[in-house]
Structure formats: C-alpha cells, structure tokens
C-alpha cells in the first residue's frame, strides 16, 4: 500500500534563508509524486510533479524536489524563502501513473519571518 | 476520526446519465471542498463551503455541476448530464475555519471517487 509522511507539521525560517520541506513515502512500485500548497483563501497548487522522468523537479516560484529512490524520500527546497511563500505544503503519491488515486500527506505549515 | 468519508470509491456510467457524488467532512470541521483531479491539470478547486454555505462555486465547469451541502456532516456534487470529459477523479477534504469563508487551516482529504463516463 501506498502512503507519505511529511516529517515536520510546521517549519520556520527568516527570509533569504533556504527551506527544506520533508517528504518520505512508501511504495511497492514506482510512484508518482506531488507537491501542492495551499494559501491562505486560496485553493490547492501544483508546485511540481515528478513521473518517472528526471529525478531533479522544478517547479513553480523557485521551488524544487528531487526524487530518491534509495531513501524513499522526496523533498521539497526552495533556495531563499520570501514572505509570500507562507502557507501550507502538501506532499502528495499517487497510486499508478495514471494519478487516478492519490493519498495526501498531513501537510507541513512553512511560517517565513522578516 | 475516520477521516474524510467519499462514495462510492469508483464509478462506471454512461454518457447522459445523472452522477453523484458523496462526501461525510471529519466530524466539527466547518468548511468542505470539491476538487477534481486529472493528470494534466492537477487539482482544480470546484467548489468550497463554509458552514454549509457555497462560499465559492466559481470552479464548477458548467451548469451540469451542482452541489449542496443540507447539512455538517453531509455534501453531495452531481453531474447532469454527465459527459466523457467529466471523467476524472473528483476529491472532497475538510478543514476547520476560525473565521467565515476563509479556509486557512489545513485540508484533510477523503479517498477520491474515479469517476468514469463512457
């Protein structure tokens, strides 16, 4: 069965300083991976996707994840956070390839400080 | 908690046919959202509640999309007609607002409903 853990429920960092958002999942083939935010008022986001193609994703606003197959991990990074990317980040698997089914991680809160 | 509670988990139907879709929100939340999914684009936010009330339907597609939510524990997204490109998979998720209409607190999804329209 497939699952995610995002290591931390809330991360803080000042801005210019670079974030790290932690994913881990589990998978019995290979997965397709996700993250989205959601901001305040907002619906969720795609920041990036990752399918089996390059294991380095970038995505939206600076962000990036790079797939590990040997550590089941999928982190997200960003170089130098700014205010604006205060919200919530989920890490997401999908069941195939096709991501007909997907299982959300519990998200993780990114506060940004000046 | 069991979660965020959607039926049924998959769906099979014909083009024309009525479809509806159900979703039990985690017990004390008070603001409920209808997303689809597909591949190319993602989530895309169909509809949200606030304490049972539409706050925002400008995601729903067309006129043949339509939801209510008669009470907390309850909410249902019907297609009428549906059509081959409604075949998606269509989440619902939870979360708990501190204040009216604005859903700043983390979403709690349910399963998802593949909903295939032949």
């Known amino acids: 069965a497939q699952s995610v853990t995002q290591l931390d429920s809330h991360v803080s960092v000042s801005e210019g300083t670079p974030v790290l958002l932690r994913c881990n999942y589990s998978?019995?083939?290979?997965?397709?991976l996700f993250w989205y935010v959601q901001h305040p008022n907002k619906g969720l986001q795609l920041l990036l996707k990752?399918?089996?193609?390059?294991?380095l994703v970038k995505g939206i606003n600076g962000f990036e994840a790079e797939f590990k197959k040997s550590e089941t991990s999928f982190h997200l990074t960003k170089p130098s956070a700014h205010m604006s990317d205060a919200a919530e980040y989920f890490c997401?698997?999908?069941?195939?390839?096709?991501?007909?089914?997907?299982?959300f991680g519990k998200g993780t809160t990114l506060s940004v400080s000046s | 908690d069991a979660g965020v509670i959607q039926s049924p988990r998959h769906e099979v139907t014909e083009m024309g046919q009525e479809v509806t879709l159900r979703c039990k929100p985690i017990?004390?939340?008070?603001?409920l959202f209808w997303y689809r999914q597909t591949m190319m684009r993602g989530l895309e936010l169909l509809i949200y509640?606030?304490?049972?009330?539409?706050?925002?339907d400008s995601g729903m597609p067309e006129d043949r999309f339509s939801a209510k939510m008669p009470n907390a524990s309850f909410s249902t997204l019907k297609i009428q007609p549906s059509e081959p490109r409604d075949s998606a998979v269509y989440f619902c998720?939870?979360?708990?607002?501190?204040?009216?209409?604005?859903?700043?607190?983390?979403?709690?999804f349910g399963s998802g409903t593949q909903l295939s329209v032949l």
């Open positions: 998978s019995s083939y290979s997965p397709s």
């Open positions: 998720a939870s979360s708990l607002s501190r204040r009216q209409g604005l859903p700043n607190e983390k979403l709690f």
């Open positions: 990752y399918t089996s193609a390059a294991t």
């Open positions: 997401v698997v999908s069941e195939d390839q096709a991501g007909t089914a997907l299982i």
């Open positions: 017990s004390g939340h008070n603001s």
């Open positions: 509640f606030n304490n049972n009330v539409p706050i925002d």
